[in-house]
Structures are given as structure tokens and as C-alpha cells.
């Protein structure tokens, strides 16, 4: 495992959950990884991670090891976390985390791996293939079945979505903006579907239809909560008990979105 972070440098403080930009991005760098360096993810993960609780004992799942940086990042962050990350080549364990070896490709190894966690599962961030059919299949599963109602999905380097012909990680892509094979897209349509109470039933097994098709389990999309689209990366929350009944609530203004 790569990176050694300075802890004692980049205090957190007790007294609260936040985790600003700048400790963030502070962080990611010592520990040697690329979230802030080459994406700025340090834009966009505070707006999840200040609805964690650093002093509270919780599992967060990354796919993908790369160096293993990610590793004394998170530890560093959530050191009463469990971590545990998947990845299709390494497989290690240390103190409060384990790497265990699962393709990504194999959804039943994915589930698998999962059973594991010793915690509930409060954040999970995909950083492994970036093909978007894994993108969306890894999500449909374990965010309907894995995560915690409450918790938080993030997916980054949803950049090949808008691959027109590629290769990554010995698999084809073949995308592009609008395309029904893009997991930018499928979201897009998942930001519709938390919208649902305002669509007809015919617009609204159109948007069930078209998510399955690209991958999306409406099982799962049915739990979102929130989307949030940044630069490279979407986060997403899932539903507390309850949530779905407002989206699931009779439309009040049903005369403007009807067939006439």
C-alpha cells in the first residue's frame, strides 16, 4: 500500500463532522491520491461527507485499489470506518481495512465480497473499471440490497460515457453523449424518475424501460433521493424511511402533465 498521510498535520476536529474543501484537498494530496490533484473532487465530496459522522463506526466500499492511496485517505478522514475495497487484481488486509479480490464484471463476486462488512454500509465510491454498464450494474446492486437507507453512492470518472470508440482495462466502450449505453444518461433519466408523482403512467414506464435497457435497475433508482452531477463524478443519496412517499404522492397539478 502506497501513501502515508500526516495525521497529526491535518488534525480533524472533534467537535465537528464537516470536512472543508481545503482539508480535503490537503489530504487527498498527502496520501498520494488523484481525487483532488487531477479531478478537484474536493469540490463536490464535501457535500456528502458532511452528512458523515467521523466519530461513529461505519463501513464505506471503494472498487478499485490502483496504489492504494484511497486506503490511508479514508482512514485518515473515518478512523472509526471499516473499509473495504474490491478490486479485480489485489487482494490485502491491514488494520481496519481489507482488499478483496472480485471482478467487477461478476456481480454475484461484487455481492460477495460485501458480505463482509462488519458495519452498516454508509458510502460507497466506485473508482474501479469505468466502463458504464459496470458503473450502472454495480450501482443497481448495491445500492438497492448494500447501502444504508441515509447513505451515499459516488461514482466517479463517469467521463467515458462520452467515449464515442475506446479501450480501458481490456474492455470496449462505446458510448457518447445521448447514447442509451451511457451511465451519464441513465442518471439523467434517474433525476426524471425522482420525479415520478409528475408523470403519467405511460412516461413513466418509458423512463423505467430506458433505464433497464441501459442497465439501471429501476429497483434501485426507486431509493434515490438526491443526484448531484459534478465534473466527472455523480453523487447520490439514498432514501430515509419515508422519503419515497413524496414521490410516490398523487400529483396535485396532474391537469397540466395528462394527455388531453
Same mark, same amino acid.
Given at each position: ?12 476536529k ?8 481545503? !482539508?480535503?484537498? &490537503?489530504?487527498?494530496?498527502?496520501? *498520494? ?11 463536490? +465530496? ?14 464505506i466500499v471503494?472498487i478499485?485499489? #490502483? ?6 485517505f479514508?482512514?485518515? %478522514?473515518?478512523? !472509526?470506518a471499516? %473499509? ?10 491491514g488494520? #481496519?481495512?481489507?482488499?478483496i479480490?472480485?471482478? /467487477?464484471? /461478476? ?5 460477495? =465480497? ?10 460507497? @465510491?466506485d ?6 454498464? !459496470?458503473q ?5 446492486m @448495491?445500492?438497492?440490497? @448494500?447501502? &444504508?437507507a441515509? *447513505? ?6 463517469? &467521463? ?7 479501450? %480501458? +482495462?481490456?474492455?470496449? @466502450?462505446r458510448?457518447?453523449?445521448f447514447?442509451?449505453w451511457?451511465?451519464?444518461? =441513465?442518471?439523467? %433519466?434517474? =433525476? ?8 403519467? /403512467? &405511460?412516461?413513466?414506464n418509458?423512463v423505467?424501460?430506458?433505464m ?6 429501476p429497483a ?9 452531477f *459534478?465534473?466527472n ?7 430515509l ?5 413524496? /414521490?410516490?404522492?398523487p +400529483?396535485? +397539478? ?7
Amino acid at each position: 500500500m502506497q501513501g502515508n498521510c500526516p495525521q497529526t498535520n491535518l488534525p480533524m476536529k472533534s467537535e465537528s463532522p464537516m470536512i472543508s474543501r481545503s !482539508h480535503f484537498a &490537503e489530504l487527498a494530496n498527502a496520501c *498520494g491520491t488523484d481525487k483532488c490533484a487531477n479531478h478537484g473532487y474536493h469540490r463536490f +465530496y464535501p457535500l456528502v461527507l458532511a452528512q458523515l459522522n467521523h466519530s461513529e463506526s461505519f463501513t464505506i466500499v471503494e472498487i478499485g485499489y #490502483g496504489e492504494g492511496a484511497s486506503i490511508p485517505f479514508w482512514k485518515s %478522514l473515518f478512523p !472509526h470506518a471499516y %473499509l473495504i475495497c474490491v478490486d479485480r487484481d489485489v487482494s490485502e488486509e491491514g488494520d #481496519g481495512y481489507v482488499v478483496i479480490q472480485a471482478d /467487477q464484471d /461478476q456481480p454475484e463476486q461484487l455481492q460477495e =465480497a460485501l458480505q463482509c462488512a462488519p458495519s452498516p454500509v454508509r458510502l460507497v @465510491i466506485d473508482d474501479g473499471s469505468h466502463l458504464p454498464r !459496470h458503473q450502472l450494474s454495480s450501482f443497481s446492486m @448495491i445500492f438497492d440490497t @448494500i447501502l &444504508e437507507a441515509g *447513505g451515499f453512492y459516488i461514482i466517479e470518472d463517469i &467521463e467515458t460515457s462520452y467515449w464515442l470508440a475506446g479501450d %480501458l +482495462y481490456g474492455y470496449p @466502450i462505446r458510448a457518447g453523449i445521448f447514447s442509451r449505453w451511457s451511465a451519464i444518461e =441513465a442518471l439523467k %433519466l434517474a =433525476a426524471d424518475y425522482i420525479n415520478r408523482f409528475c408523470l403519467d /403512467q &405511460e412516461d413513466r414506464n418509458l423512463v423505467e424501460y430506458s433505464m433497464l435497457m441501459a442497465g439501471l435497475d429501476p429497483a434501485a433508482a426507486l431509493q434515490i433521493s438526491t443526484i448531484t452531477f *459534478g465534473q466527472n463524478c455523480a453523487l447520490i443519496g439514498k432514501n430515509l424511511e419515508g422519503d419515497s412517499d413524496y /414521490q410516490e404522492k398523487p +400529483y396535485p +397539478y396532474s391537469i397540466f402533465t395528462s394527455r388531453r
